[in-house]
């Protein structure tokens, strides 16, 4: 009779340990599901969430766009998670594997652009806001934007030293403050200087298409600026045949072809 107690104690221990893993894996199962965007200030999850969300945007590795262009069809694939990119168009082939920035020019065309400076840049524009969440990035509010007698905040994103080929470049998401939809993008350029620009230019992002989840723009309209400030539309660019995929592209199609010229001006 006294091994009664004892082996009535084990079994409540064990009922105990039970009871406790349970409890912890759903914490961890908890930690798991918010730990993506409690990192991120209120603000900028207001947008991401606005935009489907940053969580289901960071499971995606293909992100592919074609904007048509007067010379012809500009076709832009990018692995997100490696970065590597491919932009293919008629006339040239510009490619980064992760290491190497190549061009191939093609039927005798000669390349004038500017490689380094175009790698990952529409995929910037286009990849707003998500884009605005990647590592080494720092978030400030912003003076709010008003346009045409509506009032947009702000968020003011910069990065910290040596994070990217420009470093010094902020952008400025400004959105609806009842939906959380982003509806401006100001920039600075300062690629190849080693200071901080005030001049801001303005994109519009006010088209936008569903794809696979993710609230991503059919087309961006840059304005002309006046005193530090959007003034009417100037250009717009559309974006078709767009793909965004939790599917790896093939990482052969970023390599550098025969007869490409490495790209290091």
């Known amino acids: 009779m006294k091994k009664l107690p004892f082996v009535f104690t084990l079994a409540l221990l064990f009922i105990a340990c ?38 289901n945007w960071n499971r995606m ?24 990119e491919l932009i293919e168009t008629p006339t040239y082939a510009a490619g980064f594997d992760g290491r190497t920035l190549w061009v191939n020019e093609k039927d005798g065309n000669e390349y004038k652009g500017n490689a380094k400076f175009y790698k ?17 990035i720092i978030y400030e509010e912003a003076e709010p934007l008003t346009f045409e007698g ?26 609806d403050a ?8 100001a920039y600075t350029v300062t690629y190849g200087k080693e200071e901080k620009s005030n001049k801001f230019s303005y994109i519009r992002y006010n088209d936008w298409q569903k794809i696979n989840g993710l ?17 009417e539309a100037a250009t717009v660019r559309e974006f078709v045949d767009v793909l965004v995929s ?18 290091n001006r």
């Open 18 to 55: 039970k009871e406790n893993k349970k409890e912890s894996t759903l914490i961890e199962d908890i930690s798991k599901e918010d730990i993506t965007t409690s990192i991120y200030p209120e603000n900028i999850t207001k947008v991401f969430d606005a935009h489907g969300g940053i969580d």
């Open 61 to 84: 590795k293909t992100l592919s766009f074609t904007m048509n262009k007067p010379n012809g069809a500009e076709v832009t694939t990018t692995n997100l998670k490696t970065r590597a």
């Open 120 to 136: 990952g840049l529409m995929l910037y524009f286009y990849a707003m806001p998500f884009i605005v969440g990647d590592d080494g």
């Open 150 to 175: 509506k009032t947009y905040p702000g968020v003011l994103i910069s990065y910290d030293a040596g994070i990217g080929e420009s470093p010094n470049d902020q952008y400025i998401v400004y959105y």
């Open 178 to 185: 009842e939906t959380g939809q982003m509806q401006w993008l």
């Open 215 to 231: 609230v991503l723009p059919n087309s961006l309209t840059w304005y002309n600026v006046k005193d530090g400030k959007p003034t």
């Open 246 to 263: 939790e599917e790896a592209p093939e990482n052969t199609m970023f390599g550098m072809p025969e007869g490409a010229k490495v790209f």
